[in-house]
Nanobody
């Protein structure tokens, strides 16, 4: 059974840092494109960062470039999102997602992603 489980969210002050983790089971992360998305109240889910299965290229939304870093640990079958210099507008539920059909990773749409975690809340206070 395919499962993604996020952890690491919490409440942090503006300028602080958090590290989100996503643990996968039932499939191998290294062979698939993985994305981090977030959804704030009343807003659509948006792409934050992703890693492509084909060449391990990483992509970031403009709003997080230079502040967020996505990485993965193949031995642990986990991906991470290091978030620095957090801002109140980063407040959202963060999800990891897996595209197991071999697409290059995509931040513009949720459609290619087949599996999703339950999400972890990140709240940044001003």
């Amino acid at each position: 059974q395919v499962q993604l489980v996020e952890s690491g969210g919490g409440l942090v002050q503006s300028g602080g840092s958090l590290r989100l983790s996503c643990a996968a089971s039932g499939f191998t992360l290294d062979y698939n494109s993985i994305g981090w998305f977030r959804q704030a109240p009343g807003k659509e889910r948006e792409g934050v960062s992703c890693i492509s299965s084909s060449d391990n290229s990483r992509y970031y939304a403009d709003s997080v470039k230079g502040r967020f870093t996505m990485s993965k640990d193949n031995a642990k079958n986990m991906v991470f999102l290091q978030m620095n210099s957090l801002k109140p507008e980063d407040t959202a539920v963060y999800y990891c997602a897996a595209d197991v059909r071999g697409h290059k990773c995509n931040l513009a749409t949720v459609r290619p992603y087949d599996y999703w975690g339950q999400g972890t809340q990140v709240t940044v206070s001003s």
